[in-house]
T-cell receptor
Framework: KNQVEQSPQSLIILEGKNCTLQCNYTVSPFSNLRWYKQDTGRGPVSLTIMTFSENTKSNGRYTATLDADTKQSSLHITASQLSDSASYICVVSAGGSARQLTFGSGTQLTVLP | GAVVSQHPSRVICKSGTSVKIECRSLDFQATTMFWYRQFPKQSLMLMATSNEGSKATYEQGVEKDKFLINHASLTLSTLTVTSAHPEDSSFYIC????????????FGSGTRLTVV
């Protein structure tokens, strides 16, 4: 069964600090891995999408890494801001259909002033 | 970019009534849209795939008669929760992908349904 596990479940950091969120997956076949940011009461917003051949991808202060051999990904947030407080969801795709997406349960990040 | 609009953002209804949620792709055509349900602190769960001009495909365990899906045009899909009960209270999210795109799924902003 395809699974995506994220850690930690929740994280509290002070504004300005960096943090790293983890995603381990057992999805086969592998097509791509996506990180989404979901604010409370809102739909997920895409941060990065990486295919098998990509090791890292950045989007502003967000940098995602992918190790396809160990089936691990991380999302690094630099110089955190209060607006970074949200749930960060790792989603792994096994193909081109939404039915082939496996969602992680997310990491709830809280940035305190 | 790809924009998906979902309406309403919040709705409160009485038990036994029906509620319609709209999902629109604003700047692209979507032959397929997807409906998800999300409980607090849990992952999104795919409910059904909405196909333009044909019947929706429901995931196992989702009642097709309770969650009616209509995809009448390339830019609009609707989810109707019929005879709503308190246990239907949840966060419903739609998503759509540009045609011929394997990567980008854009999500709507979600609808918080509360059945009282």
């Amino acid at each position: 069964k395809n699974q995506v596990e994220q850690s930690p479940q929740s994280l509290i950091i002070l504004e300005g600090k960096n943090c790293t969120l983890q995603c381990n997956y057992t999805v086969s076949p592998f097509s791509n891995l996506r990180w989404y940011k979901q604010d409370t009461g809102r739909g997920p917003v895409s941060l990065t999408i990486m295919t098998f051949s990509e090791n890292t991808k950045s989007n502003g202060r967000y940098t995602a890494t992918l190790d396809a051999d160990t089936k691990q990904s991380s999302l690094h947030i630099t110089a955190s801001q209060l607006s970074d407080s949200a749930s960060y969801i790792c989603v792994v795709s096994a193909g081109g259909s939404a039915r082939q997406l496996t969602f992680g349960s997310g990491t709830q990040l809280t940035v305190l002033p | 970019g790809a924009v998906v609009s979902q309406h309403p953002s919040r709705v409160i209804c009485k038990s036994g009534t029906s509620v319609k949620i709209e999902c629109r792709s604003l700047d692209f055509q979507a032959t397929t849209m997807f409906w998800y349900r999300q409980f607090p602190k849990q992952s999104l769960m795919l409910m059904a795939t909405s196909n333009e001009g044909s019947k929706a495909t429901y995931e196992q365990g989702v009642e097709k008669d309770k969650f009616l899906i209509n995809h009448a045009s390339l830019t609009l899909s609707t989810l109707t929760v019929t005879s709503a009960h308190p246990e239907d209270s949840s966060f419903y999210i739609c998503s759509a992908s540009r045609q011929q795109s394997n990567y980008g799924y854009t999500f709507g902003s979600g609808t918080r349904l509360t059945v009282v």
